[in-house]
């Protein structure tokens, strides 16, 4: 039998797929021209290359402090194996950083699909999209997922390092799995901002993920408490990793995508990136 396809019909068949929409001949700083959304609405000055490749390079920036945690860890296994107790909770604290910033690929990748440019997003199965002029909503909701699972395990496995697998945790970390899993897409917690749709995650991955972030939050005190207090410092900078994470992924999520400004696109991950060096030093206080 016969299968018939259509074939929409602005689709050139001489196209070559591989291509996407970047400025030949594709080096690694040559960006897209602001997308039709921003010039409409005189935001393309925020979109320029310079800009765009600044914000590129903090993005990945954290892979850096993230594998020199892990190797610290792995260089003072000893030692935190007599803090914590077991291997398997320094092999949990090992793996943290890495699952969290590994994370951030779906990010990433979304933002390289992009053109690295925040702008409107309109979903292309019910839409006439057109990369050139806006943002993929449906990758976004993909990122999204990704993204908060990945971290969500991230959190998870720095609080089976310190506070070890227990009822508790394990009772956690299989609610977790389940949900991440199996759980439903929706509804998502989306909500406007300027009149535009932000935050378009899965309620229930998202109450997983506060959940996870508060155990992580509680089990930063519990790990840098002490040796803050024996360095001089208020105890209470223990909280400033969890804090500085979470208010760049606020500004990220809700300022940048609502107000298309690429510097709070920035401004977002320099918060992140500084969380990740003060975790290093808070790190340094244990060996």
Known sequence: M????????????????????????????????????????????????????????IHWFPFIPAFILSFLVFQHSSTLNLRLGTDLQVFFILVSPLIQTFGGLAGIMMHEYEGWQVVHFQNPLDSDFNIKNINNEWLREVAYKLLFILQGAGLLAFSLGVFGVNKFTLSLAIISVVVWSIGPQNPKGTFYIKGQPVFPLSIPILVVFIVNAIVNFIAYFYLFGEGLQEANLPKILAGLVPTLLMLGGMIEGLLAESTFNQWWHFGAFLLINSAMLAQLYFFSLLF
Do not use: C, M
């Open 2 to 57: 016969e299968i018939k396809t259509s074939v929409h019909e602005k689709y050139n068949e001489k196209s070559n797929p591989s291509l996407g929409y970047y400025p030949e001949p594709g080096w690694e700083w040559q960006k897209p021209e602001p997308k039709t959304y921003l010039v409409k609405h005189d935001l393309g000055k925020y979109a320029r290359a310079w800009i765009l490749n600044l914000i590129e390079f």
